[in-house]
């Protein structure tokens, strides 16, 4: 989850960082389908219930998360890209920056909140649904 979020921080800091938010959250897509689809395929029924029980909550939480955090990172991409063309009007402050990293200074947190709920809710369902 953390990687996800630092890499769309970072990209909203090139001119260009819009085509690289669009591919992080392809591959985060692609990523949890892939693993669902895996454990699907590997436990059957017991499989189904474990990830809907234990993943889709917090996938849900982190998707939420994931596009707040990549929308602040495409208006901030273009603002650097609006930066560079003086015909644009964009403008860089020193405000928006600081609001830029105090945005995913909280992401950031919710992040490992969301974490620490994964790990718990693993925990907790593991037993509940047997994967064998």
């Known amino acids: ?6 890499l769309s921080f970072f990209s909203g800091f090139f001119a260009i960082g819009q085509p690289v938010c669009f591919a992080i959250a ?3 897509g692609f990523g949890l389908g ?22 889709v909550p917090i996938a849900v939480f982190y998707l939420f998360l994931m596009l ?3 929308k602040d990172s495409v208006q901030m991409s273009t603002l650097f890209l609006s930066s560079a063309f003086p015909k644009i ?6 405000q928006k920056f600081a609001l ?4 995913y200074l909280v992401y ?12 718990v809710g693993s925990f907790i369902f ?3 649904v047997p994967i064998s």
């Open 1 to 6: 989850m953390g990687l996800y979020l630092l």
């Open 26 to 28: 392809l591959c985060r």
């Open 34 to 55: 892939l693993s669902m689809g895996n454990i699907y395929i590997n436990y059957h029924l017991s499989g189904v219930l474990y990830s809907l029980l234990a993943i």
């Open 68 to 70: 707040i955090a990549l």
């Open 89 to 94: 009007n964009g403008e860089m402050s020193k």
């Open 100 to 103: 830029y990293c105090k945005k």
């Open 108 to 119: 950031f947190v919710i992040a490992a909140i969301i974490s620490f709920l994964d790990a």
């Open 126 to 128: 593991s037993g509940l």
